[in-house]
């Protein structure tokens, strides 16, 4: 018996946007249809399976590495596919929203790979997912160009040789979208939507192009939920009709659980895999959800004392670049955010000089490639990895079997010396207002304090005034973490920024929605599992 025909999908609570009907067909939205048919219920079932998985570490406050699969692990003789010629050399990577001038410049950047986010880098608006995918398909058909309306300064694209190769990372798992419903009401998963108009629109293309469907796929949990993507995958190269192995994933290990998974995420993958990444701020963000209550041991100290050479750090970047190597996958390292300044030469001295180091040591530990939020940090970083590499496009050839990593090593969060600080408090506070405040108005990619921050960061600064305020910290300052103390510097910081830019741009921003909204997430007893999930509510359009 044949299937049922897929029902089409509303588009609902959403302004008609300028070329809509170029991504919004009626073909494209029947594969979307299909993609939910097929795979929402899977997805469900995988969100609750995180849940009973949360409440089990809860209970034990520790993690292994998974019994059933230890054959998968023990078993040398799989690798994943070969790696596609432009996905072979991914020395530097450079990451940002779809917006036009970001497509433009990003693709220019020099930078071997661009990830094209729709993620945590995009505040999920309705205009920012359709116009999103119409930039990345003018980019592809070169109809593409920018004029700053400030500046007057005019961007366009470089010769095809010369632009970074396109990685899309869609929306994680847990996010819906609430401007497409099927007719039974609900609503889209966000990583079918963007990956299912993406892939339907552009995966030919692609091929023509000699490229081909790309992703990063971020928030995985389990080697459960890449088996999930890698059916997405099946299916969608049938449906189009393109060879299967044509798509290929990136798996962001940002996530505790997923630490523990690598070898099997890979498994699923295999015939679709291209490599994992270490990404730091979600890494640590879901070590504090998944051990919020598993007492001091799990305190973790300011985020920015938390650098890749902690110990528990050291062990998952490690155990990343052995693992992936073992398996022919590319090993992609963390970002560099630093944001250069126009104005303050020494500052962007020092910037530079702890960027360099930070990618001298991914390169000396055996990564293919990094991660950079701004054109201008994309020589440093090509700079360290040319240095190690020199003509070869990676070095999947360093084994790193010195690496040997227990599964206390991954959550060995008291072996640093650091503790949290007044001044850590404070920066969270000031980050979680003013990148919430932005988020709300649709930017998801927001300059602060000379870093790109984005919903990773937030979700980082949120996590640590709750975790400090229910362990009960005690500041050096002899202050203790409190409520009081969380609203007293939130107050405080609202009243700066009304002092910094004035009564009538106050007015005009989000500037209380996000106070309010961050002490709700850093406060109640309640802790919401992503900070984007009562943000969306409060976002227009």
């Given at each position: 018996?044949?299937?049922?025909?897929?029902?089409?999908?509303?588009?609902?609570?959403?302004?008609?946007?300028?070329?809509?009907?170029?991504?919004?067909?009626?073909?494209?939205?029947?594969?979307?249809?299909?993609?939910?048919?097929?795979?929402?219920?899977?997805?469900?079932?995988?969100?609750?399976?995180?849940?009973?998985?949360?409440?089990?570490?809860?209970?034990?406050s520790?993690?292994?590495?998974?019994?059933?699969?230890?054959?998968?692990?023990?078993?040398?003789?799989?690798?994943?596919?070969?790696?596609?010629?432009?996905?072979?050399?991914?020395?530097?990577?450079?990451?940002?929203?779809?917006?036009?001038?970001?497509?433009?410049?990003?693709?220019?950047?020099?930078?071997?790979?661009?990830?094209?986010?729709?993620?945590?880098?995009?505040?999920?608006?309705?205009?920012?997912?359709?116009?999103?995918?119409?930039?990345?398909?003018?980019?592809?058909?070169?109809?593409?160009?920018?004029?700053?309306?400030?500046?007057?300064?005019?961007?366009?694209?470089?010769?095809?040789?010369?632009?970074?190769?396109?990685?899309?990372?869609?929306?994680?798992?847990?996010?819906?979208?609430?401007?497409?419903?099927?007719?039974?009401?609900?609503?889209?998963?966000?990583?079918?939507?963007?990956?299912?108009?993406?892939?339907?629109?552009?995966?030919?293309?692609?091929?023509?192009?000699?490229?081909?469907?790309?992703?990063?796929?971020?928030?995985?949990?389990?080697?459960?939920?890449?088996?999930?993507?890698?059916?997405?995958?099946?299916?969608?190269?049938?449906?189009?009709?393109?060879?299967?192995?044509?798509v290929?994933?990136?798996?962001?290990?940002?996530?505790?659980?997923?630490?523990?998974?690598?070898?099997?995420?890979?498994y699923?993958?295999?015939?679709?895999?291209?490599?994992?990444?270490?990404?730091?701020?979600?890494y640590?963000?879901?070590?504090?959800?998944?051990?919020?209550?598993?007492?001091?041991?799990?305190?973790?100290?300011?985020?920015?004392?938390?650098?890749?050479?902690?110990?528990?750090?050291?062990?998952?970047?490690?155990?990343?670049?052995?693992?992936?190597?073992?398996?022919?996958?590319?090993?992609?390292?963390?970002?560099?955010?630093?944001?250069?300044?126009?104005?303050?030469?020494e500052?962007?001295?020092?910037?530079?000089?702890?960027?360099?180091?930070?990618?001298?040591?991914?390169?000396?530990?055996g990564?293919?490639?990094?991660?950079?939020?701004?054109?201008?940090?994309?020589p440093?970083?090509?700079?360290?990895?040319?240095?190690?590499?020199?003509?070869?496009?990676?070095?999947?050839?360093?084994l790193?079997?010195?690496?040997?990593?227990?599964?206390?090593?991954l959550?060995?969060?008291?072996?640093?010396?650091?503790?949290?600080?007044?001044?850590?408090?404070?920066?969270?506070?000031?980050?979680?207002?003013?990148y919430?405040?932005?988020?709300?108005?649709?930017?998801?990619?927001?300059?602060?304090?000379?870093?790109?921050?984005?919903?990773?960061?937030?979700?980082?600064?949120?996590?640590?005034?709750?975790?400090?305020?229910?362990?009960?910290?005690?500041?050096?300052?002899g202050?203790?973490?409190?409520?009081?103390?969380?609203?007293?510097?939130?107050?405080?910081?609202?009243?700066?920024?009304?002092?910094?830019?004035?009564?009538?741009?106050?007015?005009?921003?989000?500037?209380?929605?996000?106070?309010?909204?961050?002490?709700?997430?850093?406060l109640?007893?309640?802790?919401?599992?992503?900070?984007?999930?009562?943000?969306?509510?409060?976002?227009?359009?």
């Amino acid at each position: 018996m044949s299937a049922p025909a897929p029902s089409p999908l509303a588009i609902v609570d959403a302004e008609p946007l300028p070329r809509q009907e170029e991504v919004l067909t009626d073909a494209a939205l029947a594969f979307v249809a299909e993609l939910h048919r097929l795979f929402t219920p899977r997805r469900d079932e995988l969100l609750a399976r995180r849940a009973e998985r949360r409440a089990e570490i809860a209970r034990t406050s520790t993690l292994d590495f998974l019994p059933e699969t230890a054959s998968i692990r023990a078993d040398d003789s799989w690798q994943v596919a070969p790696a596609p010629a432009a996905l072979n050399d991914r020395r530097v990577e450079i990451t940002g929203p779809t917006d036009r001038k970001m497509t433009v410049n990003a693709l220019n950047s020099g930078a071997r790979v661009w990830l094209a986010d729709f993620e945590d880098a995009s505040a999920p608006t309705w205009e920012n997912v359709v116009t999103g995918q119409l930039n990345l398909t003018d980019a592809y058909t070169r109809n593409i160009d920018f004029t700053d309306p400030r500046s007057g300064k005019s961007y366009a694209l470089k010769a095809d040789e010369d632009l970074a190769t396109v990685v899309v990372r869609p929306r994680g798992w847990h996010l819906n979208e609430r401007h497409l419903v099927a007719a039974d009401g609900t609503a889209v998963p966000g990583a079918l939507v963007d990956f299912g108009l993406y892939f339907f629109h552009n995966a030919r293309r692609l091929i023509d192009l000699g490229k081909g469907p790309y992703f990063y796929l971020p928030k995985t949990e389990s080697h459960l939920e890449a088996r999930l993507w890698n059916d997405v995958f099946v299916f969608a190269q049938d449906y189009v009709g393109i060879p299967q192995g044509t798509v290929r994933a990136t798996v962001l290990i940002e996530t505790i659980t997923a630490a523990y998974e690598m070898d099997e995420i890979l498994y699923e993958l295999r015939d679709h895999a291209s490599g994992l990444n270490a990404g730091r701020w979600d890494y640590l963000f879901s070590i504090i959800k998944n051990f919020r209550d598993g007492g001091q041991k799990f305190v973790l100290p300011d985020r920015n004392a938390v650098t890749m050479t902690a110990p528990f750090m050291r062990a998952y970047t490690e155990l990343l670049v052995r693992t992936c190597h073992r398996r022919g996958a590319h090993a992609i390292g963390g970002m560099a955010a630093f944001i250069p300044s126009r104005r303050d030469e020494e500052v962007n001295k020092v910037a530079f000089e702890k960027v360099k180091a930070d990618k001298d040591r991914e390169a000396g530990d055996g990564f293919d490639g990094s991660w950079v939020a701004h054109p201008d940090l994309v020589p440093i970083a090509m700079a360290s990895f040319d240095a190690v590499l020199g003509d070869r496009p990676n070095q999947k050839d360093r084994l790193r079997e010195d690496v040997s990593v227990a599964a206390g090593d991954l959550i060995a969060v008291d072996s640093l010396d650091a503790k949290p600080t007044y001044g850590g408090l404070v920066n969270a506070v000031q980050v979680g207002i003013r990148y919430i405040e932005a988020w709300l108005r649709g930017l998801g990619a927001v300059a602060i304090f000379n870093l790109m921050e984005d919903a990773a960061t937030a979700e980082i600064s949120r996590s640590q005034i709750w975790q400090w305020i229910n362990a009960g910290v005690v500041f050096e300052n002899g202050e203790s973490a409190t409520p009081e103390l969380a609203r007293k510097i939130a107050a405080e910081e609202l009243a700066a920024i009304r002092a910094e830019i004035g009564e009538e741009a106050f007015a005009a921003g989000n500037w209380q929605r996000a106070h309010d909204l961050l002490l709700t997430v850093s406060l109640d007893e309640d802790y919401a599992d992503f900070l984007t999930l009562p943000a969306y509510e409060q976002l227009a359009g």
